[in-house]
């Protein structure tokens, strides 16, 4: 079980206990899992365990956290309807569903894109941990699209290898609102967690990776709503969602990035990004492209700014 100590520094004197934790490298916690841990006793401060969460800090407080990770949840074949777009002998690309996770972790134990896949392939890659067979890449929960998935170790390593080295084409689709976002460009930026929310990230404080996106505007509305196509030249954890946040073009229906102001259930209720476009080059050298069709949430939000329609913040 690993223990983390931190020195309480000067600028963090009189912050709460749970939020001083949720704001630190590692490990990732969200406020209320670092409020359940604090109330099991994990931590302690100046060698006394926490009485609660909203304990203030002064500075060089000695805080030490016996962290105890999240047991792995048991992987189980789920009979979930799952759309393939294409199958053979060492690989598979499927649709995944917006409001469905990749894989199981804390708060999400089952439902997942790997217990469907358990039901519905025979093999998955072995290669990674235990909890994640087949999976190559991830999309965000609430995000639709082309996913493919390795059936054979080969075609994992071989596919990963084009993820790191940027060849894999990858094109989005997103439904933005930014009336100042010009036709084309590139976000090119660094990505690191927002120390003002951790369930978030952003390319304006610095850290040490990149972050590379380009953008064609593909159509614009009157509301001031777009279309717009995103190449992805990395592949960074809500790359898109940021770049587009950050540059004042918050994708709708993005309640993590944007709040209130683009979210909005007649037009679409999760945010309007769709992974459109997959090619890549299989095992056996053949390059294969794969593009997925339009949800139906999707295309019916596009529908409606095509035909003028408002979106109330």
């Not at 053979?88 to 917006?98: Q, R, S, T």
């Not at 390059?287 to 003028?308: I, K, M």
């Amino acid at each position: 079980m690993p223990t983390y100590i931190y020195q309480v520094e000067a600028a963090d004197e009189g912050r709460r206990l749970d939020t001083y934790l949720r704001d630190v490298d590692e490990p990732s916690e969200t406020r209320s899992q670092v409020k359940k841990r604090i109330d099991r006793g994990e931590v302690s401060v100046n060698g006394e365990t926490a009485p609660k969460a909203g304990v203030r800090l002064e500075e060089d407080d000695e805080v030490r956290w016996e962290y105890e990770p999240p047991q792995e949840p048991d992987l189980e074949p789920q009979d979930l309807p799952l759309e393939f777009l294409y199958e053979d002998d060492e690989l598979a690309v499927v649709m995944k569903p917006a409001g469905m996770v990749v894989h199981p972790g804390p708060g999400h134990p089952d439902g997942t894109l790997v217990n469907a896949l358990l039901y519905h392939l025979e093999d998955l890659s072995g290669v990674g941990d235990e909890i994640r067979p087949g999976i190559v890449h991830r999309l965000d929960k609430e995000t639709s699209g082309a996913l493919v998935v390795s059936k054979t170790d080969r075609a994992h390593h071989h596919l990963a290898a084009q993820f790191k080295e940027h060849t894999i084409e990858r094109v989005y689709h997103a439904l933005v609102f930014g009336a100042g976002l010009e036709d084309e460009g590139t976000f090119d930026t660094g990505h690191r967690r927002d120390p003002s929310n951790r369930m978030r990230y952003t390319g304006q404080k610095g850290g040490d990776r990149r972050a590379v996106t380009h953008y064609r505007v593909r159509q614009r509305f009157r509301t001031g709503a777009a279309l717009v196509e995103c190449r992805l030249e990395t592949g960074r954890t809500h790359q898109i969602r940021m770049h587009f946040y950050e540059a004042n073009a918050p994708v709708l229906g993005d309640s993590m990035y944007a709040g209130r102001s683009t979210s909005n259930a007649t037009v679409i209720d999760r945010q309007a990004l769709h992974a459109r476009v997959l090619g890549f080059e299989g095992p056996d050298g053949e390059h294969r492209r794969f593009e997925a069709d339009y949800p139906d949430d999707f295309a019916a939000a596009l529908e409606h700014l095509e035909r003028g329609g408002e979106w109330r913040p």
